[in-house]
DNA sequence: GCCCAGGTGGGTA
DNA sequence: TACCCACATGGG
């Protein structure tokens, strides 16, 4: 399995050449991208986030400033805009209580007990969390998505039924901790799936042929 | 018009 | 623990 994993990290990596990842230019806006890209297509948080952008600056304190019902209009293209507000918002107060707005120092601390803290934040599931950790912190957490699942079910690595915690250990278990090792995998598998994974039948279109890693 | 997208939480059995 | 459903927009 330690074998497969770094075969196809190898394969995906010579295909698209090394990718540094998570589109967001400060830590706290990863944080808003990983609420807002919940069961949400990228191109709908693309636009929340603009329009966001254009009307307050991405940090904590301007999240609590704004009225919730502002906060939902600015956000709406993203979807499921009423939770999502009110989870980016008691994200942001709960920052700026216990850490005065300080996300570096939230995340902080042995990686375990942060991870639980965050899971233990309304709307933030094991998805967000590692994407906070990894993309936001800069911590070894491996994130896995519907991208990862749907690529690894194509390989035969995984049946598809698997628990999160399953497959995640599965990255854990298997490569060596390193935050740029586990960015690069994620993105990768991100952007092969893209490609080809929504593509049926099986990869017959598939653009990467015949390098495609999910036909070697 | 229909299906799906980089999930999560709450309810029920 | 294991399902089921609500949450909502925009693009193919």
Same mark, same amino acid.
């Given at each position: 399995?330690?074998?497969?994993?770094?075969?196809?990290?190898?394969?995906?990596?010579?295909?698209?050449?090394?990718?540094?990842?998570?589109?967001?230019?400060?830590?706290?806006?990863?944080?808003?991208?990983?609420?807002?890209?919940?069961?949400?297509?990228?191109?709908?948080?693309?636009?929340?986030?603009?329009?966001?952008?254009?009307?307050?600056?991405?940090?904590?304190?301007?999240?609590?400033?704004?009225? /919730?019902? &502002? +906060?939902?209009?600015?956000?709406?293209?993203?979807?499921?805009?009423?939770?999502? %507000?009110?989870?980016?918002? !008691? #994200?942001?107060?709960?920052?700026?209580?216990?850490?005065?707005?300080?996300?570096?120092?939230?995340?902080?601390?042995?990686?375990?007990?942060?991870?639980?803290?965050?899971?233990?934040?309304?709307?933030?599931?094991?998805?967000?969390?590692?994407?906070?950790?990894?993309?936001?912190?800069?911590?070894?957490?491996?994130?896995?998505?519907?991208? /990862?699942? &749907? +690529?690894?079910?194509?390989?035969?690595?995984?049946?598809?039924?698997?628990?999160? %915690?399953?497959?995640?250990? !599965? #990255?854990?278990?298997?490569?060596?901790?390193?935050?740029?090792?586990?960015?690069?995998?994620?993105?990768?598998?991100?952007?092969?799936?893209?490609?080809?994974?929504?593509?049926?039948?099986?990869?017959?279109?598939?653009?990467?042929?015949?390098?495609?890693?999910?036909?070697?």
């Amino acid at each position: 399995m330690k074998e497969k994993l770094l075969s196809l990290c190898h394969r995906l990596a010579a295909h698209f050449g090394p990718l540094h990842w998570w589109p967001a230019d400060t830590p706290f806006e990863v944080v808003i991208g990983a609420f807002l890209t919940q069961n949400t297509a990228w191109r709908n948080v693309e636009l929340a986030m603009a329009g966001l952008k254009q009307a307050i600056p991405l940090t904590p304190q301007a999240l609590c400033d704004l009225s /919730t019902q &502002r +906060l939902e209009e600015l956000i709406r293209p993203a979807g499921f805009f009423r939770q999502k %507000a009110q989870r980016l918002q !008691l #994200f942001s107060t709960y920052l700026l209580d216990r850490h005065q707005g300080d996300l570096a120092a939230m995340l902080s601390g042995p990686l375990p007990q942060v991870r639980d803290t965050l899971l233990r934040l309304k709307g933030v599931g094991p998805e967000t969390a590692d994407c906070i950790l990894l993309y936001a912190a800069q911590r070894p957490s491996f994130v896995v998505d519907a991208y /990862t699942r &749907r +690529l690894l079910k194509r390989l035969g690595l995984l049946t598809g039924d698997e628990s999160y %915690a399953v497959i995640r250990a !599965l #990255f854990m278990d298997h490569l060596p901790h390193q935050v740029d090792l586990f960015n690069a995998y994620h993105a990768l598998i991100v952007e092969q799936c893209k490609i080809i994974c929504r593509k049926r039948p099986l990869c017959e279109s598939c653009p990467l042929r015949p390098q495609c890693p999910a036909l070697l």
